[in-house]
C-alpha cells in the first residue's frame, strides 16, 4: 500500500466512524435526553481517545504541560474555539436536519480563505471568489424559502409549526456559526504553524472545556436515570459510540495529512455531508425539503469542486513537468544521434582516405 492510499484509507476510516453522530444525537434527544447532557456525554468520553494520542504525540506528560505552558497565548485562542465547535456540532443537528447542518459547518473552508485573506494576508485565488459567490447563492436558496414560510406561518398556521420552522432557522444560523469558528480555529492552527508549533492539544483541553461548561448549564443533573426513558444499556452504547468516534476521527486526521495533502483531506470531510443524513434517513426517514436538497446539492458540488482546485493544479505541474523531462530527454536522444552520425561519418570519410592513399602508393 503506498502513502496516498493508506492516507485516504486512514481519513475516509475516521470520517465513517464520526458520521453515525448525527443519528445518534437524533436518538438521545427523542429518548429524554438534553441537548447539554449529550454534549456532557459524548465529550467525556472522546477525551481518552484524544488525550491519549496528545501525549504519545508530546512524547509524555510532563512534554505536553510544557509545550501547553510555553505556547498558552495560542492554547487560550484555540481552546476555546474547539470548545465552541464542540457544542455548535450537537445543537446543530439538535436545531435543524443533519443534511443542512453538515453542509453549513463544512463552508469552513471558505470562512478560512476569507479570514485568511484578512488576517494573514493570504493572496485567494479565482476560484475561492467564485465559490464564495455561488455558495452565498446556494445559501439563499436554502434560506429564503424558509423565511419566507415562517412568515406565512405567523398568519396563518397553529404554534406547533411555527415553532417548527424557528427551531430550523435557529439551527442553520448555529451550523453557519460552527463553521466560522472551525475557520477561526484552522487560522489559529495555522498561525502557530508558523512559528512551529502544533496546537493538537487543543482538542483535549477543548473538549475538558465543553464538558464543564454543559455541567454548569445542566446544574450537574446528567445521569441518565434523571431523565432517560429507554432501556439504560442503549443509552450508553450511544455515547460510547459518539464519544469513541470523536476521538477515532481526532486521531485520523492528525495522522492522515503526513500522507495526503489538504484538498484531499477537505473532500474525505465532505463524505460525511452525506454520509451522516442518509444514516438519519435510514433510521427517522427524514427527508430535507426540496429547496434544502436543491440548495444542498449545489453546495456540495461547488464546496467540492473548490477543495477538488488545487489537485488539479498539481496535476497540470505534474504533467508539465513530465513533459518537459520527456522532451528534454528526446531532444537529448536527438543530439547523441546526431553525434554518433557524425563520428561514424568521419570515421568512414577517414578509412576512406586511407584505403584510397594505400591503393596509390601500390
Known sequence: MNDRTKGLA???LGIICVS????LVQYLSTHGSSPWTIIFWK???????SLSYTIYEA??????????SINKRFYFAVVPAQSMID??????????????ALLLINLNPLWAAIIGKLVLKDELPIRTYVALVLALCCMLIIFIPEMMLEGELHDDTTQEDTTTTSTSLRGNMISIFTGLMFAIYLCIVRKAGQ????????????ASLSTMIALIVVRAQVHPDLFWDDEIWKFWLAVIGQGAGIGIVFVAMAIAPRYITAPEIGLCILLEAVLG??????????VPSIYTLIGGSLLLVVLAAHESGPLFEKSREVYRTMSKRFSS??????????DVSKEEFVGGTELTAKKDSFELNE
Do not use: M, N, R, W
Open 10 to 12: 486512514i481519513a475516509i
Open 20 to 23: 453515525p453522530d448525527a443519528v
Open 43 to 49: 465529550l467525556l468520553v472522546s477525551i481518552p481517545f
Open 59 to 68: 512524547g509524555g506528560v510532563k512534554k505536553f504541560l510544557c509545550d501547553v
Open 87 to 100: 457544542i455548535g456540532y450537537t445543537l446543530s443537528f439538535v436545531y435543524t436536519s443533519a443534511a443542512i
Open 195 to 206: 512559528y512551529d508549533v502544533s496546537l493538537v492539544g487543543g482538542t483535549p483541553l477543548g
Open 277 to 286: 443524513p442518509l444514516l438519519v434517513f435510514f433510521a427517522y426517514k427524514e
Open 329 to 338: 530527454t528526446v531532444h537529448e536522444g536527438i543530439d547523441q544521434s546526431h
